[in-house]
């Protein structure tokens, strides 16, 4: 081992601890890098393996003349795979102990074995032609409600018709359980898919069955130009819509959320190396000045300033080695963990989580290179260094000046302990600048994860509690009626109930085509809130339906309901909703527009303190009722699904904070290192070690103070930037922060750097005054 | 003070480094006793323990063994806090390399100390004292060496110790600067009645002492009273 390289080892274990603390933050960035795209690649590979083995439709037509689309896209080059079949949400029942649970489910037209959505049976067996009432249900439904083979499902078709369960399986359509696109965050208590013989759909579908063709494009076809053949086919055979498959609703879900891994994939890695960048930055440059005369000599015995500059890059490569390659192997860890904690708790089987040997490989050269980046600046000086200047051993010195608070009249006056604490934060304006910004990531990183989390609850709170007011939707076998009505209020618990339709439409405008939900509501309802009233005659539309249907107030668009002709009708407005891009009007207008389509329900509020399931019981055994929804059962259902996300975003948190901790603890312990000779002259003198490690901590508070009000306006931006990319027509995020967020995230910040008061404190104590003021030895 | 009071008292003060094979004694059992306003020089070659005996009546470094007496504190068994306290109010330093800090002008560094010992601050009469009355506002890096060290002379006098240590307060300075700062200390010991122990390995620095103890291989090798000291002035080194 060469002298020089001798020397980097033991300057390395010398100041171990705050390499230590330089390579942990790298290896957090390249942890949370190779964490967050594997899962992300994971799951991209889990959903494409799972598609391709069930054969997931790659696009699904709706109404029309599907016998004729079929033979059309059968038609096609390549010979695509094509079924038709039929599918229609009715009323299910389900016993299980002494409840009886009433919801809103979906019956799917199935054959036996199925060349598009094929089912991937987990418990009993598929449908069989041989017991043509037997009937297999979709997993989510079946674990909700703990049905097993052989139990049964009573399902409404005229009368309560009891079918029996004969399998259990997974459907590429509902790996994400949701009815439609407008409806993703269905409970399972509300919504459950049966698989059934198309014979038995057609007949439990009575006049209202929705007709499908389901298609997949041959292998290696091009899918965009495919997609737009079957669009022809099916417009020219009156189909009232076209869903591609990244229209699907569960597929769009399951995309959206592994595109949020992919943001976390740049994102957070970028802050994380950074910082850890700045970090090291500021240690090295100390470690540069330190070692002033060291490099005065070497120059001055002919040492070549590229071998100096070389040596002093390594200590930034050290630290980027030793990080990137522990942050490598713990990214794999947690990508294995993410994946598997993901699918799971989404009941995803078939997940795929491959070794991906590039993104240790990239981990660990992007996370060196961030290293020997920050060194790059030391490194430098380091070899520019006057050999004749740095052999006198002093550090020349910037020239000191007052602070500017103190030139703030009333200001100058300050203690002279408070005025060196102000101008010790411009003694060192590079160093104070780096670690203003590892402050200010910090506060990026967690107030953008701190916002995401304040954005979700408020967001739902908005929506189930101050947009949707009701809390439970009856739907009914025919429209309500007075006396119905009446027993509803009747029922204890129940403060106000209100009728209400609603229809499955597509709503279009030249050539742009959305499908989603009519609701009709009484023209002056207390169920609903609305920016405006209701209109009648015209429709208040989700204001993202404005950008993608290409309309504004006051225009015309096209309504059609299966089996209607299109119907056009003004655009009385727009309503800014965070979840879905419904259309609204009043009751009277939506009868009209769905004729024998609409789905007729009761409204229902609740007393502040019912018994929720007492009042549940008592409504769906009333005559009439024949499904139940509970809108805050679906909010608990939310909650549960954003599980994952919190956990997620906890670990950012927890990131963010070590984040925090590393480079606060880096600068105090330069900015201790730098001072000795000051700090030791001062304890000789006899000031108090108490008082000394309060002049240190009020400089990072003043730092950190200092550096706080860049960081919430950063943290802010990043946070609505993310927020914003989860907006799609299904989604409407703004970022919104509780009021006390930002207060918290500021204590927390100042707290760690008061907390930094002890190692400060212990460092004074432990000087060796006597040596260093003799010395000047740092 | 009554020049009668002893300052410093030190019997068979012993300091040992280290500990077996690497153990260094650099301090082999002294005894000596400073009279109240004595100005004493600590002659001695590098190694022979004058620092570290001038460290252990500050109070910064402790005797591993003997008892130290300083200013009427029995410094033996004291803890950190105690030994802090002690500093703080019985004795100054003066450092070779000045040791100001470089974001306080000369005013503020004297005034800083007052602060820390909790002391009125009569810093601007103290720089005026030692000189630099026209140099209050300065920062350390606009000033000369001399002028630096007048400055840590003012500094340590801010909290009007008993004792002033001074460990080689020339060593970093030229003639004439060197002469100045000995003026200010002898003027300080003078004047106002200080005890003033002065480090160095310069024999000339010796000639301006009330008193010389030399110090060799960790033990005292001699001490002279000086009948008829020079002036720093007439000092040439």
Redesign the interface.
Request: glycine residues 10%.
């Given at each position: 081992m060469s002298l020089l390289a001798r020397k980097l080892v033991r300057d390395t274990r010398r100041q171990w601890v705050q390499f230590a603390a330089v390579a942990l933050t790298l290896a957090l960035g390249v942890a949370v890098f190779g964490a967050a795209y594997d899962s992300y690649d994971n799951l991209k590979s889990s959903y494409a393996h799972i598609y391709d083995r069930l054969r997931f439709a790659d696009v699904t037509v709706t109404g029309g003349d599907t016998a004729a689309i079929a033979a059309g896209v059968r038609g096609l080059a390549g010979g695509p795979a094509v079924e038709t079949r039929v599918q229609a949400d009715i009323p299910f029942r389900v016993r299980r102990g002494g409840e009886v649970h009433t919801l809103l489910g979906r019956v799917v037209g199935q054959p036996p074995a199925p060349r598009v959505d094929a089912l991937l049976i987990q418990r009993g067996r598929g449908l069989d032609p041989a017991r043509p009432a037997g009937v297999v249900i979709e997993r989510h439904m079946a674990d909700h409600f703990h049905l097993a083979v052989g139990d049964t499902v009573e399902v409404f078709a005229a009368t309560w018709r009891t079918l029996t369960v004969e399998g259990i399986a997974v459907s590429p359509e509902y790996l994400w359980p949701a009815r439609d696109r407008q409806d993703l965050l269905t409970s399972p208590d509300d919504f459950g898919v049966v698989f059934a013989d198309e014979g038995l759909v057609a007949d439990l579908a009575g006049s209202s069955p929705a007709h499908q063709v389901v298609v997949r494009a041959p292998r290696g076809a091009d899918v965009a130009a495919f997609e737009r053949q079957v669009h022809t086919i099916a417009a020219a055979n009156d189909a009232a819509d076209v869903m591609t498959q990244a229209e699907q609703p569960s597929n769009a879900a399951l995309q959206q959320d592994v595109a949020g891994f992919g943001q976390l994939a740049v994102l957070f890695p970028v802050l994380f190396l950074v910082a850890a960048a700045l970090a090291a930055y500021v240690l090295l440059g100390r470690l540069v000045r330190t070692q002033r005369g060291q490099i005065g000599m070497l120059r001055a015995n002919g040492y070549p300033r590229r071998r100096l500059l070389r040596h002093y890059l390594a200590y930034g490569a050290i630290a980027g080695v030793a990080g990137s390659i522990a942050g490598a192997v713990g990214g794999l860890g947690l990508a294995l963990w993410l994946t598997s904690t993901y699918t799971s708790s989404l009941g995803i089987p078939l997940a795929v989580a491959h070794f991906h040997p590039l993104t240790p490989v990239i981990g660990v050269v992007v996370g060196t290179v961030a290293g020997a980046l920050a060194a790059f600046g030391p490194a430098r000086t380091a070899s520019r260094v006057a050999p004749a200047e740095a052999m006198r051993g002093v550090v020349p010195l910037g020239v000191a000046h007052r602070s500017v608070v103190e030139r703030v009249p009333g200001l100058r006056g300050l203690p002279v302990r408070t005025r060196l604490a102000l101008r010790n934060l411009g003694r060192s304006p590079r160093r104070a600048v780096s670690t203003g910004a590892g402050v200010a990531l910090a506060a990026v990183l967690v107030l953008s994860s701190l916002g995401m989390l304040d954005t979700v609850t408020l967001v739902m709170n908005d929506q189930f509690h101050h947009i949707q007011r009701q809390d439970a939707q009856l739907y009914l076998a025919s429209p309500a009626d007075a006396n119905l009505q009446a027993a509803v209020r009747a029922v204890p618990g129940v403060a106000a109930e209100e009728p209400a339709i609603e229809a499955p439409v597509v709503i279009s405008n030249g050539g742009r085509r959305y499908q989603t939900a009519l609701t009709g509501f009484a023209p002056n309802t207390a169920m609903h809130r609305f920016d405006a009233a209701l209109p009648d005659g015209g429709l208040l539309l989700g204001d993202a339906l404005g950008s993608i249907l290409h309309v504004g107030a006051g225009q015309t668009v096209d309504v059609a309901v299966d089996g209607n002709p299109p119907a056009p009708v003004r655009v009385a407005g727009f309503v800014h909703e965070p979840i879905g891009s419904l259309a609204y009007t009043t009751i009277a207008h939506a009868q009209q527009l769905a004729g024998g389509n609409a789905l007729p329900s009761l409204l229902v509020r609740y007393d502040a303190h019912a018994d929720r399931t007492a009042v549940r019981t008592a409504l769906v055994d009333l005559p009439g009722v024949v499904a139940f929804r509970d809108v805050r059962g679906s909010e608990e259902t939310v909650r549960q699904l954003l599980g994952l996300f919190y956990a997620i975003v906890g670990v950012m948190l927890l990131f963010g904070s070590i984040l925090a901790v590393v480079v606060l603890f880096n600068t105090l312990s330069v900015n201790l290192s730098e001072r000795t000779v000051e700090l030791a002259t001062l304890r000789a003198a006899g000031g108090r070690v108490a008082t000394l490690a309060r002049m240190m901590t009020g400089e990072n508070l003043l730092l950190v103070a200092a550096a706080i009000p860049a960081g919430l306006v950063a943290g802010w931006l990043t946070g609505r930037w993310l927020m914003s990319s989860f907006n799609s027509d299904l989604y409407h995020f703004t970022l919104r922060l509780r009021p006390t967020t930002p207060l918290l995230l500021v204590a927390a910040l100042l707290a760690i750097a008061l907390l930094m008061h002890i190692p400060s404190r212990r460092s004074i104590r432990r000087l060796d005054v006597a040596r260093v003021v003799r010395e000047r030895a740092l | 003070m009554t020049g009668l009071e002893l300052a410093v008292e030190l019997v068979g003060v012993r300091r040992r480094y280290g500990e077996g094979a690497v153990a260094v004694d650099a301090l082999r059992g002294v005894d000596l006793s400073i009279r109240s306003g004595e100005f004493v020089v600590l002659l001695g070659p590098s190694g022979s323990g004058k620092?570290?005996l001038l460290?252990i009546v500050?109070g910064?470094?402790s005797a591993t063994d003997g008892t130290v007496r300083v200013a009427g504190h029995d410094l033996a068994g004291l803890d950190?806090?105690a030994l802090?306290?002690?500093?703080?109010?019985c004795v100054?330093?003066v450092?070779?390399?000045f040791?100001l800090?470089?974001?306080?002008t000369a005013r503020?560094n004297v005034?800083?100390?007052a602060?820390?010992?909790e002391r009125s601050d009569r810093s601007a009469d103290l720089l005026r004292a030692v000189g630099l009355g026209d140099r209050l506002d300065h920062?350390?890096?606009a000033l000369s060496g001399g002028e630096q060290q007048r400055v840590a002379v003012a500094?340590?006098l801010a909290?009007e110790p008993q004792v002033l240590l001074c460990?080689e307060p020339t060593g970093a300075l030229d003639l004439d600067t060197g002469r100045q700062v000995l003026s200010l200390l002898r003027h300080v010991n003078r004047e106002e009645g200080r005890t003033v122990i002065v480090v160095t390995h310069n024999q000339v620095i010796a000639r301006m002492a009330d008193r010389v103890v030399r110090l060799h291989g960790g033990s005292i090798s001699g001490d002279e009273a000086i009948i008829d000291p020079l002036g720093a002035e007439a000092l040439e080194w």
């Amino acid at each position: 081992m060469s002298l020089l390289a001798r020397k980097l080892v033991r300057d390395t274990r010398r100041q171990w601890v705050q390499f230590a603390a330089v390579a942990l933050t790298l290896a957090l960035g390249v942890a949370v890098f190779g964490a967050a795209y594997d899962s992300y690649d994971n799951l991209k590979s889990s959903y494409a393996h799972i598609y391709d083995r069930l054969r997931f439709a790659d696009v699904t037509v709706t109404g029309g003349d599907t016998a004729a689309i079929a033979a059309g896209v059968r038609g096609l080059a390549g010979g695509p795979a094509v079924e038709t079949r039929v599918q229609a949400d009715i009323p299910f029942r389900v016993r299980r102990g002494g409840e009886v649970h009433t919801l809103l489910g979906r019956v799917v037209g199935q054959p036996p074995a199925p060349r598009v959505d094929a089912l991937l049976i987990q418990r009993g067996r598929g449908l069989d032609p041989a017991r043509p009432a037997g009937v297999v249900i979709e997993r989510h439904m079946a674990d909700h409600f703990h049905l097993a083979v052989g139990d049964t499902v009573e399902v409404f078709a005229a009368t309560w018709r009891t079918l029996t369960v004969e399998g259990i399986a997974v459907s590429p359509e509902y790996l994400w359980p949701a009815r439609d696109r407008q409806d993703l965050l269905t409970s399972p208590d509300d919504f459950g898919v049966v698989f059934a013989d198309e014979g038995l759909v057609a007949d439990l579908a009575g006049s209202s069955p929705a007709h499908q063709v389901v298609v997949r494009a041959p292998r290696g076809a091009d899918v965009a130009a495919f997609e737009r053949q079957v669009h022809t086919i099916a417009a020219a055979n009156d189909a009232a819509d076209v869903m591609t498959q990244a229209e699907q609703p569960s597929n769009a879900a399951l995309q959206q959320d592994v595109a949020g891994f992919g943001q976390l994939a740049v994102l957070f890695p970028v802050l994380f190396l950074v910082a850890a960048a700045l970090a090291a930055y500021v240690l090295l440059g100390r470690l540069v000045r330190t070692q002033r005369g060291q490099i005065g000599m070497l120059r001055a015995n002919g040492y070549p300033r590229r071998r100096l500059l070389r040596h002093y890059l390594a200590y930034g490569a050290i630290a980027g080695v030793a990080g990137s390659i522990a942050g490598a192997v713990g990214g794999l860890g947690l990508a294995l963990w993410l994946t598997s904690t993901y699918t799971s708790s989404l009941g995803i089987p078939l997940a795929v989580a491959h070794f991906h040997p590039l993104t240790p490989v990239i981990g660990v050269v992007v996370g060196t290179v961030a290293g020997a980046l920050a060194a790059f600046g030391p490194a430098r000086t380091a070899s520019r260094v006057a050999p004749a200047e740095a052999m006198r051993g002093v550090v020349p010195l910037g020239v000191a000046h007052r602070s500017v608070v103190e030139r703030v009249p009333g200001l100058r006056g300050l203690p002279v302990r408070t005025r060196l604490a102000l101008r010790n934060l411009g003694r060192s304006p590079r160093r104070a600048v780096s670690t203003g910004a590892g402050v200010a990531l910090a506060a990026v990183l967690v107030l953008s994860s701190l916002g995401m989390l304040d954005t979700v609850t408020l967001v739902m709170n908005d929506q189930f509690h101050h947009i949707q007011r009701q809390d439970a939707q009856l739907y009914l076998a025919s429209p309500a009626d007075a006396n119905l009505q009446a027993a509803v209020r009747a029922v204890p618990g129940v403060a106000a109930e209100e009728p209400a339709i609603e229809a499955p439409v597509v709503i279009s405008n030249g050539g742009r085509r959305y499908q989603t939900a009519l609701t009709g509501f009484a023209p002056n309802t207390a169920m609903h809130r609305f920016d405006a009233a209701l209109p009648d005659g015209g429709l208040l539309l989700g204001d993202a339906l404005g950008s993608i249907l290409h309309v504004g107030a006051g225009q015309t668009v096209d309504v059609a309901v299966d089996g209607n002709p299109p119907a056009p009708v003004r655009v009385a407005g727009f309503v800014h909703e965070p979840i879905g891009s419904l259309a609204y009007t009043t009751i009277a207008h939506a009868q009209q527009l769905a004729g024998g389509n609409a789905l007729p329900s009761l409204l229902v509020r609740y007393d502040a303190h019912a018994d929720r399931t007492a009042v549940r019981t008592a409504l769906v055994d009333l005559p009439g009722v024949v499904a139940f929804r509970d809108v805050r059962g679906s909010e608990e259902t939310v909650r549960q699904l954003l599980g994952l996300f919190y956990a997620i975003v906890g670990v950012m948190l927890l990131f963010g904070s070590i984040l925090a901790v590393v480079v606060l603890f880096n600068t105090l312990s330069v900015n201790l290192s730098e001072r000795t000779v000051e700090l030791a002259t001062l304890r000789a003198a006899g000031g108090r070690v108490a008082t000394l490690a309060r002049m240190m901590t009020g400089e990072n508070l003043l730092l950190v103070a200092a550096a706080i009000p860049a960081g919430l306006v950063a943290g802010w931006l990043t946070g609505r930037w993310l927020m914003s990319s989860f907006n799609s027509d299904l989604y409407h995020f703004t970022l919104r922060l509780r009021p006390t967020t930002p207060l918290l995230l500021v204590a927390a910040l100042l707290a760690i750097a008061l907390l930094m008061h002890i190692p400060s404190r212990r460092s004074i104590r432990r000087l060796d005054v006597a040596r260093v003021v003799r010395e000047r030895a740092l | 003070m009554t020049g009668l009071e002893l300052a410093v008292e030190l019997v068979g003060v012993r300091r040992r480094y280290g500990e077996g094979a690497v153990a260094v004694d650099a301090l082999r059992g002294v005894d000596l006793s400073i009279r109240s306003g004595e100005f004493v020089v600590l002659l001695g070659p590098s190694g022979s323990g004058k620092t570290t005996l001038l460290n252990i009546v500050g109070g910064i470094d402790s005797a591993t063994d003997g008892t130290v007496r300083v200013a009427g504190h029995d410094l033996a068994g004291l803890d950190a806090d105690a030994l802090a306290e002690f500093r703080r109010t019985c004795v100054g330093f003066v450092f070779q390399f000045f040791n100001l800090i470089p974001t306080l002008t000369a005013r503020e560094n004297v005034a800083l100390i007052a602060e820390l010992v909790e002391r009125s601050d009569r810093s601007a009469d103290l720089l005026r004292a030692v000189g630099l009355g026209d140099r209050l506002d300065h920062f350390p890096a606009a000033l000369s060496g001399g002028e630096q060290q007048r400055v840590a002379v003012a500094r340590a006098l801010a909290k009007e110790p008993q004792v002033l240590l001074c460990d080689e307060p020339t060593g970093a300075l030229d003639l004439d600067t060197g002469r100045q700062v000995l003026s200010l200390l002898r003027h300080v010991n003078r004047e106002e009645g200080r005890t003033v122990i002065v480090v160095t390995h310069n024999q000339v620095i010796a000639r301006m002492a009330d008193r010389v103890v030399r110090l060799h291989g960790g033990s005292i090798s001699g001490d002279e009273a000086i009948i008829d000291p020079l002036g720093a002035e007439a000092l040439e080194w």
